[in-house]
């Protein structure tokens, strides 16, 4: 990743959910996700995309949709009817105000290390929100602000 902004992905009467897209890239990685996703995961997939609109329309950003992943603001959406659920999809939530979505996989859980750091897939997508996170919250970008005005920050390394 060498550079990255943010898209308004989806505007709700609760709340505005955000998007993250990567080295001037079109499409933002929660939909490189979905589009790449076999169809097996499909009952997951749409779990997902209820709740995220539940979110923007009806609930608003509440903890119970998502684990803290250790670093930041990380967080990944959890399936509270599925505990075996494969799919993770991660995002920054900031509070009870802000959702930028980021990518997301389908977790293989016989690799023997059970958390993202251990996962050859998910531990970049984690690594890279990271980073985003830090460079938003050192420089204070001002995400409105931002999306309108469709910056790009560039990230060294």
């Not at 009817?81 to 016989?110: E, Y």
Request: with cysteine; aromatic share 10%.
């Amino acid at each position: 990743m060498k550079s990255f902004s943010i898209i308004k992905y989806l505007e709700g009467k609760k709340t505005n959910i955000y998007a993250v897209c990567l080295d001037d890239s079109t499409a933002c990685e929660f939909d490189k996700f979905l589009n790449s996703c076999p169809e097996e995961f499909n009952e997951e997939i749409e779990w997902l995309v209820d709740t995220i609109v539940n979110i923007k329309d009806n609930i608003g950003i509440r903890d119970g949709f998502f684990k803290d992943q250790g670093i930041e603001s990380i967080h990944r959406f959890i399936n509270h009817k599925d505990k075996k659920a494969s799919i993770r999809v991660f995002c920054l939530k900031w509070g009870n105000s802000v959702i930028i979505l980021g990518g997301g996989a389908i977790k293989d859980f016989t690799i023997s290390d059970n958390a993202w750091q251990g996962h050859p897939e998910l531990s970049p997508i984690v690594r890279r929100l990271a980073k985003i996170d830090k460079y938003i919250s050192e420089n204070q970008v001002q995400l409105e602000e931002a999306v309108e005005n469709n910056s790009i920050f560039y990230i060294e390394g």
